[in-house]
């Protein structure tokens, strides 16, 4: 199975800040990794699919990039609901894996 | 209104059966894939079964391979997953979930709520 492991596993930040979110994989998954938002008691949504591909309803000010083993999620200026767990996830191949998640938190 | 709503989840004993079902609307559940993904508590997600959309394909993690079933009804637009042989380590939340895009690209564009599954003596 491919690894998925993300950095850091915890962030602070505070409102407007720009945040970055690193994913990397343990082989070569091409631009098959999306990313997902779930905030405490809630069900994952996703954000961003094939490395950089909005979700509709997402906010611009969320954007991926990468390729190959590295990528990044980035939020321009962070709003208060921003502040939430964010996974990586693989679709390269099956089993699909997902990254342990980083805790984003209000500074 | 796009939804997916999970049923059946409880406490159940180890070595014990549990049917999870998820109920899909405002799509056209027979052209979807689906998947259950599963998360325990303060865990990350660990995606579990897929099946496609006439249920002509199942995969299965190796976690549950041999104890659990996904299976569908497109008539009834429902999604299920029968476990059994529970195990405490299977406690969870379970989201079922579509697949965006096409046939097995394995992101997920819609999840259910969650039913949370307990193992415990």
């Known amino acids: 199975d491919i690894q998925m492991t993300q950095s850091p596993s915890s962030l602070s930040a505070s409102v407007g800040d720009r945040v970055t979110i690193t994913c990397r994989a343990s082989?070569?998954?091409?631009?098959?990794l999306n990313w997902y938002q779930q905030h405490p008691g809630k069900a994952p949504r996703l954000l961003i699919y094939t490395t950089s591909n909005l979700e509709p309803g997402v906010p611009s000010r969320f954007s991926g990039s990468g390729s190959g083993t590295d990528f990044t999620l980035t939020i321009s200026s962070l709003q208060p609901e921003d502040f939430s767990t964010y996974y990586c996830q693989q679709s390269y191949n099956n089993p699909p894996t997902f990254g342990q998640g980083t805790k984003l938190e209000i500074k | 209104q796009v939804q997916l709503v999970e049923s059946g989840g409880g406490l159940v004993k180890p070595g014990g059966s549990l049917r999870l079902s998820c109920a899909g609307s405002?799509?056209?559940?027979?052209?979807?894939?689906m998947t259950w993904i599963r998360q325990a508590p303060g865990k990350g997600l660990e995606w579990i079964s897929y099946?496609?959309?006439?249920?002509?394909?199942?995969y299965y993690a190796d976690s549950v391979k041999g104890r659990f079933t996904i299976s569908r009804d497109n008539a009834k637009n429902s999604l299920y997953l029968q476990m059994n042989d529970l195990r405490v380590e299977d406690a969870a939340v379970y989201y079922c979930a579509r697949e965006g895009g096409a046939a097995a690209d394995f992101y997920f564009d819609l999840w259910g709520q969650g039913a949370l599954v307990t193992v415990s003596s």
């Open positions: 405002g799509f056209t559940f027979s052209d979807s894939y």
């Open positions: 082989q070569n998954i091409a631009s098959f």
């Open positions: 099946i496609s959309s006439h249920a002509t394909t199942t």
